[in-house]
């Protein structure tokens, strides 16, 4: 357990902007933030973060909370792994009533795979930098290839010892369960039932996740059999999903949000060059496929992609139909090609930083250009080919959502493949429709806040209508917002409003369960002298409670500040009048649970089996009614009879 003291430095430290920033793209819109959900595929923003309340909420998810939440629901960190994060983020000391040594092996499944990976990278670091075989073997190579010690130290580069069992008999001797290191792919199982070590003799690159931690590597022989393969990887784990995973995207992030953009290679070592070489937003596929997931990865920092391809024609034909996936996200795509011969990693170290910018700068072109221009090229002369060439750019066209880049590379690629505008227009149109039919979709998205004089989000709650379950809500709302604040009204004056609302509901009985433990929880507080506010909810430790809470305090939109002086509209404000408001969300719960109870009275006369049962519930009846009545001329209302 990590001590209370801890946490609330820890609360106090963070900014859940920086925090949620790290992993989405955030604009600046009134006092909050906005940008794509990460938990969602969307093109409209409804991802919203409020720094003065310190909570995000995913309107297309649903899910909502604190900076604690969000990382517990991106990254699926328990709630002690979440606190950890953010105390080695703003460098506050974690303080635990057990040593964490002790705690090992009560670890979750998940927490536990991890921690291998971590001393598997610690182990292969420490053999390259303090062994005989690991300097003269693993780090002569890296130096040749011209790595500085400093980069191989940030991407934690090592060494695996050219040795059956040197890795998996340490772990074994360092207390580590033979189950974890078989399920992390670090040893392998032979049929005996003994392991050995899977990357034996291998430079090892780790993979880190989107925080930082190590989940998986890749190891590259030096040997020149042919029968053994260059590259092992780690197998798919509980921890690594190599369609979900970046090579490089931890140490490149805040670079891709600071660049917005982002260089995608091939390699490894590509990226290790080009970082190296200073330009740190430089990430790579590790030679699989690009995947939606990936591609998504990018986009909740970026909506620019530089493809740096090496000189393989081949290679970049067989790429291109699969590029087409980041079209389809709505991301913008340039190509970068280099010479013959040439890959990011060689040119880097042949031309320098410099020069390798300069070059980036000067031959990147738009994706779609950039795949006409090769397969034309590919096609020459035959007419059939150049048809299909222009089938194939129009399909990549089709894929991209905003209608107005799309028109725009129409009319770019009409001229370069000599053929009228209008003609790839009506194949675009039949393409979309066919989409559209095949999907179930518009053919055409709206997109949402273009215009200044739309609602912007915000995280104020809209008032709802009198109904049910939407009272309960109602009143918790007005306790989470309201609750700290002193009244000074004519007939009470100088008490807070929580303590005065949960008076004023020792009658009623909360039916939804998320709100009677709200109102349970809110009333042992005041009853121990504490008045909690929204942030004592925000981060309570109960998920419902946190969940409610975000909901009451979180809306999509407000109006806009200029709203007023376009529309002459004018809109109350509930804080205007505070009594009417407070009192008035009081009355209507009651007024609804009274209803409810005189209903079921009216049922239970019409079923009652003597004179004297029916006098007692008409009895009953006649008293909620004068209740009804009292609270009706209150709220001035009229109750039809």
Not at 561 to 588: C, P
């Amino acid at each position: 357990m990590i001590t209370k003291l801890t946490v609330d430095k820890i609360m106090e430290a963070t900014d859940i902007v920086e925090v949620v920033g790290e992993f989405v793209q955030l604009k600046k819109r009134g006092a909050n933030y906005v940008g794509l959900s990460p938990f969602a595929n969307e093109k409209t923003p409804s991802f919203t973060v409020s720094p003065v309340k310190g909570i995000f909420k995913d309107f297309s998810s649903g899910k909502g909370g604190s900076a604690v939440t969000f990382l517990m629901e991106l990254e699926k960190f328990t709630y002690p792994e979440a606190l950890k994060w953010l105390a080695k983020k703003y460098g506050i000391e974690v303080e635990e009533t057990v040593e964490s040594a002790e705690n090992k092996e009560a670890e979750n499944h998940r927490e536990s795979l991890m921690i291998v990976s971590s001393f598997a990278a610690q182990f292969f670091q420490r053999s390259m930098w303090d062994t005989d075989e690991g300097k003269s073997i693993g780090l002569s190579y890296f130096r040749e290839r011209a790595f500085t010690p400093e980069v191989m130290r940030k991407f934690e580069l090592g060494y695996s010892p050219d040795q059956w069992e040197a890795f998996t008999g340490e772990a074994i001797k360092s207390g580590y369960q033979e189950q974890y290191l078989e399920e992390t792919g670090l040893s392998v199982k032979r049929d005996n039932g003994t392991l050995y070590d899977r990357y034996r003799g291998r430079v090892m690159f780790p993979i880190h996740s989107f925080t930082g931690r190590v989940i998986a590597f890749g190891g590259r022989t030096l040997k020149s059999d042919k029968n053994v393969p260059k590259y092992v990887n780690s197998p798919e784990s509980e921890i690594y999903h190599k369609s979900n995973v970046l090579y490089g995207l931890y140490f490149a992030k805040r670079s891709i949000r600071e660049q917005d953009n982002c260089y995608l290679v091939e390699g490894y070592a590509d990226v290790l060059s080009v970082h190296q070489a200073g330009i740190e937003n430089v990430v790579a596929s590790s030679g699989t496929s690009l995947t939606v997931e990936q591609i998504r990865l990018i986009g909740r920092l970026t909506q620019n992609i530089t493809i740096l391809y090496d000189g393989d024609a081949a290679g970049i034909k067989a790429s291109l139909r699969g590029l087409d996936l980041i079209l389809e996200e709505g991301l913008n795509v340039k190509v970068v090609l280099f010479p013959d011969g040439d890959d990011p990693d060689s040119y880097v170290r042949k031309v320098g930083a410099s020069a390798f910018k300069q070059y980036i700068e000067h031959n990147k072109k738009d994706f779609i250009p950039y795949k006409t221009s090769i397969l034309l090229k590919d096609a020459g002369s035959d007419p059939l080919r150049r048809a299909e060439v222009i089938r194939e750019v129009v399909e990549s066209i089709a894929r991209i959502p905003d209608s107005i880049k799309a028109s725009v590379f129409i009319r770019e690629c009409s001229h370069q493949m000599q053929i009228e505008e209008r003609v790839l227009l009506t194949e675009l149109n039949k393409m979309r429709l066919a989409r559209s039919k095949k999907t179930g979709l518009q053919a055409e998205r709206i997109e949402a806040y273009q215009d200044n004089t739309q609602p912007a989000p915000t995280l104020e709650a809209p008032r709802e209508k009198h109904t049910g379950l939407t009272q309960e809500k109602e009143v918790i709302r007005l306790l989470l917002h309201y609750g700290n604040r002193i009244v000074d009204w004519d007939d009470i004056a100088n008490t807070y409003i929580g303590p005065f609302v949960i008076s004023q509901l020792d009658d009623v009985t909360f039916d939804n369960e998320q709100c009677k433990m709200f109102i349970d929880i809110y009333r042992k507080q005041v009853e121990d002298g504490v008045l909690p506010d929204e942030q004592f909810f925000i981060h309570h430790p109960d998920k419902q409670i946190v969940d409610l809470s975000v909901d009451l305090l979180a809306s999509r939109y407000t109006l806009s500040e200029n709203w007023y002086e376009m529309h002459k509209i004018l809109v109350s404000d509930e804080t205007q009048n505070m009594r009417a408001t407070v009192l008035g969300a009081i009355f209507h719960l009651k007024q609804q649970k009274v209803s409810v109870i005189l209903e079921n009275l009216r049922k239970e006369l019409q079923a009652a089996q003597n004179a004297e049962e029916e006098e007692i519930l008409m009895g009953r009846y006649i008293q909620l009614k004068k209740v009804e009545k009292y609270i009706s001329d209150y709220l001035g209302s009229v109750i039809i009879k």
